[in-house]
């Protein structure tokens, strides 16, 4: 089958076209011509207003609940609204149940994604069973596809166990993801402490229980010299800390959401748990603060944390609703709506396409004649209206349905 893509902007930093319109041609899956204008009579052809294509996006992190929550998501409909969000490959948390903690479960993942067009990418574990005590068989796990290694949001408090991971996984230069959270400071604390937690009377999760771990794990970083990814981080001074520590050498990466980035505690005023996430939601100025980071290239990607919820586990009262977002699907629309034209598209884009697999030692695609097209393909003058009907994801806690978003995710070839 012949497809034409009709004057699209590339958007990839890399190109020598990027920012240019071009024609794309792609046969039977392959991208076999690229010029300013193509003629070839084809058997489809892909235009819109403000149409864009950039390499193949990739969500860092997401949970599809697969195996041992089915009913909440699992892989065929998580991989499904993957590809509706515009992402050709997503990494897999491993806080399914059982959790992937062995290679059988790493391999279980890898062999019923194979035949699908989003690529699945395993994270393991890092603890056996997540419980922060052990560590698990990452060695193993490694060979069999597992592409870095996380206790996902079961922050290690055990100090000596981060350090024995970090200085194992040396062994074979594998990564480390950690998600840095004292929860030991404010046990049971539901939304940032600030206004809104003073207003609604919840208990407040302070910034510094984030920035307290994020210190101590960069100084078991600089005494192990291994591969630390820190995410998902909410506090502008978190990042700044990071920042510092990978100007001095170390091998420090980070994440934020597209969440953090487009909204605040003041989504809460009115008790809506679906802006109930973990990491949670910061001040205003504090989202400011992160958006020109993110412009300054201080933040290395961006992620969906897609963590789907049924309603039995999320329409509760707002204490005992569980964390999460589903917003896999909603991820484009939902950050191009908080930065816009206000930052370079490429340097955006990069941070959910190319920086996530160089972080993960994964190929990263290329917009290049003779090669299989790996693209993802969007619009930034049109709009996405979010309905229920049109999501393919199971999660019941989509924050933006009856929304109207700046963006559209039109397309992706894999």
Request: proline share 4%; with cysteine.
């Amino acid at each position: 089958m012949k497809i034409r893509i009709s004057k699209a902007t590339i958007v990839d930093e890399r190109h020598p076209d990027n920012g240019k319109k071009r024609d794309i041609l792609i046969e039977n899956g392959k991208i076999t011509k690229i010029a300013a204008s193509i003629k070839t009579e084809v058997d489809k052809v892909i235009e819109s207003e403000g149409l864009c294509v950039s390499i193949g996006w990739m969500d860092m992190r997401a949970n599809f609940r697969d195996p041992g929550d089915e009913q909440k998501e699992d892989l065929e409909s998580g991989l499904k609204a993957a590809a509706n969000g515009g992402f050709t490959a997503v990494a897999l948390m491993p806080s399914t149940n059982p959790p992937i903690d062995n290679k059988g479960a790493v391999e279980y993942l890898l062999n019923r994604a194979k035949s699908g067009k989003v690529q699945v990418v395993p994270i393991g574990t890092i603890s056996k069973k997540r419980a922060g005590e052990s560590l698990a068989e990452m060695y193993d796990m490694y060979r069999a596809g597992a592409k870095a290694f996380s206790d996902d949001k079961e922050s290690i408090s055990e100090s000596g166990l981060l350090h024995r991971a970090l200085l194992y996984t040396k062994n074979f230069d594998a990564t480390v993801i950690h998600f840095p959270y004292d929860a030991t400071l404010i046990p049971n604390g539901q939304i940032n402490e600030g206004v809104q937690s003073t207003l609604l009377g919840l208990k407040g999760i302070p910034a510094i229980a984030e920035e307290m771990m994020v210190a101590r794990d960069l100084t078991l970083l600089e005494y192990t010299n291994g591969r630390l990814h820190l995410g998902p981080v909410s506090s502008a001074m978190s990042i700044k800390r990071i920042a510092s520590a990978k100007k001095d050498g170390l091998r420090i990466t980070c994440e934020t959401t597209a969440a953090h980035i487009a909204y605040s505690e003041n989504e809460l005023e009115n008790f809506d748990t679906n802006f109930k996430v973990l990491p949670p939601l910061r001040s205003e100025q504090n989202r400011k603060e992160l958006i020109k980071l993110l412009k300054s290239g201080k933040i290395d990607v961006i992620s969906s944390d897609h963590s789907p919820e049924d309603e039995e586990h999320k329409k509760l009262e707002f204490d005992y609703a569980n964390f999460g977002m589903a917003s896999i699907e909603s991820f484009f629309p939902v950050l191009y709506t908080a930065v816009g034209s206000s930052m370079d598209l490429a340097k955006l884009v990069a941070t959910f396409s190319i920086n996530p697999r160089r972080i993960l030692d994964l190929e990263i695609p290329e917009i290049k004649e003779g090669v299989r097209a790996n693209l993802t393909l969007f619009s930034i003058s049109e709009k996405t209206v979010f309905e229920k009907m049109n999501l393919k994801t199971k999660g019941y806690n989509v924050a933006e349905i009856g929304k109207e978003l700046n963006g559209k995710v039109l397309a992706i070839f894999s």
